[in-house]
Antibody, heavy 119, light 107 residues
Framework: EVQLVESGGGLVQPGSPLKLSCAAS????????LNWIRQAPGKGLEWVAS????????YYPDTVKGRFVVSKDNAKNTGYLQMNNLRSEDTAMYYC????????????WGQGVMVTVSS | DIQMTQSPASLSASLGETVTIECRAS??????LAWYQQKPGKSPQLLIY???SLHTGVPSRFSGSGSGTQYSLKINSLQSEDVASYFC?????????FGAGTKLELK
């Protein structure tokens, strides 16, 4: 059974960093893309990062480019999202999700982890 | 960026009814479209991919159709467990973008 479990969320002050983790099981993590999608309270979904299977290529939307860094450790079956210089508008539930290939749909999602940016 | 316009924003329907949700892309996305269902307090779950392919385990009352810039999700014989929000998403090009969502309630 494919499982993705996020951790590391919490309440942080504006300008602070935070690192999220996504523990994967039930599939070959090293052969799949890892993605992060967020959802502000009561709002829609926004894709925030993707990384290819071997970690050599990453993609971001302009809203987080230069502040967020996605990575994966295939030996630990774990992905990460390092978020720097956090802003109030980054407050959201963050989900990790799997895609099989470049330009593909998110076939499995984690349960999400909440990040709140507030002073 | 490809904009995804989803309609309606909310929908009220009766048990057993057929409902349709529409999604329009700002340019041709060549069937690179997925539909997700999100129940309250839960993460999104994949329903449909490649515009019309049913994901594993999804009931056959769900179906997708469309091409080019126009796509739709149809739910036949609405069940109580279908109460949820539904989102379309294009994965034809980066940045991946989602529709704003449709909240489906029972009448």
């Amino acid at each position: 059974e494919v499982q993705l479990v996020e951790s590391g969320g919490g309440l942080v002050q504006p300008g602070s960093p935070l690192k999220l983790s996504c523990a994967a099981s039930g599939f070959t993590f090293s052969s799949n893309w890892l993605n992060w999608i967020r959802q502000a309270p009561g709002k829609g979904l926004e894709w925030v990062a993707s990384i290819n299977p071997d970690g050599s290529s990453t993609y971001y939307p302009d809203t987080v480019k230069g502040r967020f860094v996605v990575s994966k450790d295939n030996a630990k079956n774990t992905g990460y999202l390092q978020m720097n210089n956090l802003r109030s508008e980054d407050t959201a539930m963050y989900y990790c999700a799997r895609t099989r290939y470049y330009g593909y749909y998110f076939d499995y999602w984690g349960q999400g982890v909440m990040v709140t940016v507030s002073s | 960026d490809i904009q995804m316009t989803q309609s309606p924003a909310s929908l009220s329907a009766s048990l057993g009814e057929t409902v349709t949700i529409e999604c329009r892309a700002s340019e041709d996305i060549y069937n690179g479209l997925a539909w997700y269902q999100q129940k309250p307090g839960k993460s999104p779950q994949l329903l449909i991919y490649n515009a019309n392919s049913l994901h594993t385990g999804v009931p056959s009352r769900f179906s997708g159709s469309g091409s080019g810039t126009q796509y739709s999700l149809k739910i036949n014989s609405l069940q109580s467990e279908d109460v949820a929000s539904y989102f379309c998403q294009q994965y034809y090009d980066y940045p991946y973008t989602f529709g704003a969502g449709t909240k489906l309630e029972l009448k």
